[in-house]
């Protein structure tokens, strides 16, 4: 999921943000820790109101009338701690509310703040991460690890400059550190590649843009200086990087650093070879590296066909030969993954994607039933579900869960206008019609171009399209 704004938010939940802001501004601050962890444990997405309660958290850990709860708070924190770190791998929405229950007592508590991090980074919500990072990096000014983990997610946040200055201060006070010089490194060649600065001459007297009047070959012009820069810093990377490795052969980041740039480059073998000296040391279970390696695997045979002749006689089996060999690794792959690592329901939610389109639907449907408990898969996983029902003609099931699907998603967007569609499809299989022109209808009144929507209205109406 991804962080969500106020007017994202259900009319029901807007009046609760609304009474604790009140409750805030009057300083009623147990009340308004109170509605606003009421919001976020429906929405932990927004983040305007966890940076509201935080708000009130440190307030009224400030004022003195928390005292004794936060005492109380940290005394007790430990064991609220390992239950959220137990929840963060089935569901992290519930890990993050297990931190704000210690926050609401003690909101400097850096074992909560490293919760909301974890817990942040597996709901991809970069915000919230960057806040939590914040505090842990002032109560613990040079720690290393926390500065890394705080300048990255600025990175992803769009704060690229901001994180680069945090590393290169530390790094003055740190300059014999490997691991920082490579953090800062990784960062300067992924701001150049982020916020781009190619607009500028070889003899640095202005932009090409002043001196160029036709506005199409700026463009052509600056897309081919990205293309030449971006190939000169993976190059200058590449090499820093190997040279690196002669003196730390034992050095992880730095051979799964070189497999991604080699990955870049699409010199696979080259990348698979950095990737199995990384699964031959002792790295033990690592389901981000099976998935790297997998994912790379996969950009292979997409790069093969790329290079198939279109013109060839044979290039249509050639192609479906190919695409046959890719489905079937992914399928064999996923399927050792979901082994190594049974409880990872995002390797559930994979898994059954792969099944449904190889399929083979009957163990689609156990996939996505496990996926389903994947807060930021849910809805998807059951969309799924309900179009494997469909397939099995189980068509009250599959209205059933389209159904509950819909209650759930807050958002009108096209996820949701393809619920709206799959639900409406399902009752016109089964002859529901006037349940399904209602589904169409939904669609219809936001986005009249959505599918085949307009026709099945007009038909409907006798078409008559006014």
Do not use: W
Not at 38 to 63: D, H, M, N
Not at 178 to 192: C, E, F, G
Not at 216 to 227: C, G, K
């Amino acid at each position: 999921m991804a962080e969500k704004s106020l007017n994202e938010l259900p009319r029901d939940l807007r009046a609760l943000f609304t009474k604790g802001s009140e409750a805030l501004q009057r300083d009623n601050l147990d009340y308004a820790i109170e509605l606003f962890n009421q919001v976020l444990a429906r929405e932990p997405a927004q983040y305007e109101i966890r940076k509201a309660l935080r708000t009130a958290q440190f307030k009224k850990a400030g004022s003195g009338r928390g005292f004794f709860k936060k005492m109380l708070s940290s005394a007790g924190s430990q064991p609220l701690v390992a239950k959220g770190h137990l929840a963060l791998n089935k569901n992290p929405a519930e890990a993050l509310q297990i931190a704000e229950q210690i926050l609401n007592g003690d909101p400097n508590n850096s074992a909560a703040h490293r919760l909301v991090v974890e817990a942040s980074f597996a709901l991809e919500l970069p915000l919230t991460a960057v806040s939590s990072l914040e505090i842990l990096a002032k109560n613990s000014p040079k720690d290393r690890e926390v500065a890394i983990k705080f300048a990255q997610a600025l990175a992803d946040a769009g704060q690229s400059g901001r994180a680069e200055k945090i590393l290169a201060d530390l790094y003055q006070q740190f300059p014999t550190d490997n691991d920082l010089a490579q953090a800062l490194k990784d960062l300067s060649a992924r701001k150049t590649l982020d916020e781009g600065g190619y607009d500028a001459l070889a003899d640095g007297k202005g932009s090409y843009r002043d001196i160029l009047k036709n506005e199409e070959e700026a463009v052509s012009l600056e897309q081919q200086n990205r293309q030449v820069k971006t190939e000169d810093i993976t190059e200058r990377l590449i090499g820093e990087y190997e040279a690196r490795l002669k003196a730390e052969p034992k050095n992880l980041k730095l051979l799964r650093s070189l497999a991604e740039l080699y990955t870049q480059k699409n010199q696979f073998d080259k990348a698979l070879g950095y990737y199995d000296q990384i699964k031959s040391s002792d790295v033990g279970a690592d389901a981000s590296l099976d998935r790297s390696i997998a994912e790379t695997v996969v950009r292979k045979f997409d790069h093969e066909i790329s290079q198939l002749d279109a013109s060839a006689p044979d290039y249509a089996d050639k192609s479906a030969k190919l695409q046959a060999e890719k489905q079937a690794y992914q399928l064999a792959e996923c399927q050792k993954r979901a082994e190594r690592f049974p409880t990872d329901l995002q390797i559930r939610f994979e898994l059954g994607q792969l099944y449904f389109q190889a399929g083979k639907i009957t163990e689609a449907i156990k996939e996505f039933q496990k996926a389903s408990g994947n807060p930021h898969r849910r809805i998807q996983a059951l969309s799924y579900l309900g179009q494997c029902f469909a397939r099995r003609g189980i068509n009250d099931l599959a209205a059933t869960t389209f159904q509950d699907a819909l209650k759930e998603k807050v958002v009108f967007d096209d996820e949701k206008k393809e619920l709206f569609y799959l639900l409406g499809c399902v009752f016109e299989k089964v002859g529901k019609r006037e349940e399904a022109i209602a589904q169409f209808k939904t669609i219809y009144a936001v986005d009249v171009s959505y599918k085949d929507v307009a026709e099945k209205i007009d038909a409907y109406y006798g078409g008559q399209t006014g």
